[in-house]
C-alpha cells in the first residue's frame, strides 16, 4: 500500500486570495452542485472541505467542480463514513495503520503506518482499511486544523509489501477524493532497496507535495532534529526515538474506534450540518493555509 500521493494542482504555483474572493469562489462552485442525496454529503460540501478542492486545483473554478463532484460520487456510492470497525478490525490486528495517542506541536492528528506488518492480500480490503483510518483521523481533527502527519515505519518493509497495482490504486483515491490533507509525511528508516520503490512513486508527486516528504533515519544526527522539531520526544513513541515506551495493544485499540464508530453513528442519526462538517471537514471558516475497488478508483478521477 503507498501512502504518498501526488497533489493535484499540477505542479504550479498557487495563488494568493483574499478571504473575499475566497468566498467568491466557494460560491461559485457551490452553483455547480446539485443538492446533497444525505446528510453526510451535505456536511462533506462544508466550505472548508470547498475550499480544499479549489486549492488543489489552483482556484479554478470549473476543475474544482469537476474534483468535487467525483468525490461526492464516490462518497455517495462507496459511504466511507458508514464503514464500522467489525468490518475491517481484522486489517487492523498486527498495527500496520493505526491513530496515534498523541499528537505534534502544531495539533495534527498523527497516523502511524507500518506497511512491514502488512497481514492481507485483497487491495481492497487493505484500501478500506486505508480509508477507515483516515475518516476516523479527520473526524478526531481540532477545529483548528485541517491535516495529519503520516509517521510512516519501515521495519519489516519489503518490495512486497506495497505491491504497483494497489499502489496506483491508493494513489488515485487519496489525491482525488482527499485533497490538501497531508501535513508531512515523515518517512522513518527506509531501507536502501526503498529507494528503487521511490523512483517509481516519485512521478506521482509535484514539488509541494515533495517538499512534505521527510527522510528521517535513526543514525543520522541532523535528520532526527526533524522529530524534535515536529513532536514533544516525551510524547513521541521509542520506535521513532522518542521516550514513550507505550506500543501498538489492538484490544485497546479496538475499543477506541468502536467509541468512535458510536460517536460518527450517532452524528449520522441526527444531526445538522454544521455538526456533519465538524466530523467529515475541519473549520467550515475559509482560511489560508476492478469491481467496488475500481469503481472507487474510477469514480474520483478526474
Aim: proline share 3%.
Amino acid at each position: 500500500m503507498s501512502f504518498l500521493w501526488k497533489s493535484s494542482n499540477g505542479g504550479t504555483t498557487e495563488k494568493t486570495l483574499t478571504l473575499e474572493e475566497q468566498q467568491e469562489k466557494i460560491n461559485e462552485v457551490r452553483k455547480q452542485l446539485e443538492e446533497p442525496s444525505s446528510l453526510a454529503i451535505q456536511g462533506f460540501l462544508s466550505d472548508a472541505s470547498i475550499l480544499r478542492f479549489l486549492r488543489a486545483r489552483n482556484w479554478n473554478v470549473q476543475k474544482s467542480s469537476k474534483m468535487l463532484k467525483s468525490a461526492v460520487k464516490w462518497r455517495a456510492a462507496y459511504k466511507p463514513e458508514m464503514i464500522s470497525w467489525e468490518e475491517i478490525a481484522h486489517e487492523a490486528e498486527t498495527g500496520k495503520i493505526y491513530r496515534a495517542d498523541y499528537k505534534d506541536k502544531l495539533g495534527r492528528t498523527v497516523l502511524v503506518l507500518r506497511p512491514g506488518l502488512e497481514n492481507t492480500t485483497s487491495g481492497k480490503e487493505q484500501i478500506k482499511y486505508l480509508v477507515y483510518s483516515l475518516e476516523k483521523a479527520i473526524m478526531n481533527l481540532t477545529d483548528d486544523q485541517e491535516k495529519m502527519v503520516w509517521m510512516i515505519d519501515f521495519q519489516g518493509w519489503t518490495m512486497g509489501s506495497t505491491p504497483l497495482k494497489v499502489t496506483r490504486e491508493t494513489v488515485s483515491v487519496l489525491q482525488d477524493c482527499y485533497p490538501e490533507r497531508l501535513g508531512l509525511a515523515i518517512l522513518y528508516n527506509p531501507p536502501r532497496l526503498f529507494e528503487s520503490f521511490y523512483k517509481i512513486v516519485k512521478p506521482f508527486l509535484d514539488h509541494e507535495t515533495s517538499k512534505k516528504v521527510k527522510f528521517v533515519y535513526s543514525n543520522d544526527k541532523e535528520s532526527q532534529k526533524i522529530m524534535a522539531e515536529v513532536f514533544d520526544m516525551d510524547k513521541l513513541d521509542s520506535a521513532f526515538g522518542g521516550r514513550n515506551l507505550a506500543t501498538f495493544e489492538y484490544s485497546s485499540y479496538a475499543e477506541q474506534m468502536k467509541e468512535d464508530d458510536k460517536k460518527m453513528q450517532s452524528n449520522d442519526a441526527g444531526s445538522d450540518a454544521s455538526s456533519e462538517a465538524s466530523f467529515y471537514s475541519g473549520t467550515d471558516s475559509p482560511k489560508h493555509e476492478d469491481g467496488e475497488h475500481g469503481a472507487m478508483k474510477k469514480a474520483c478521477a478526474t
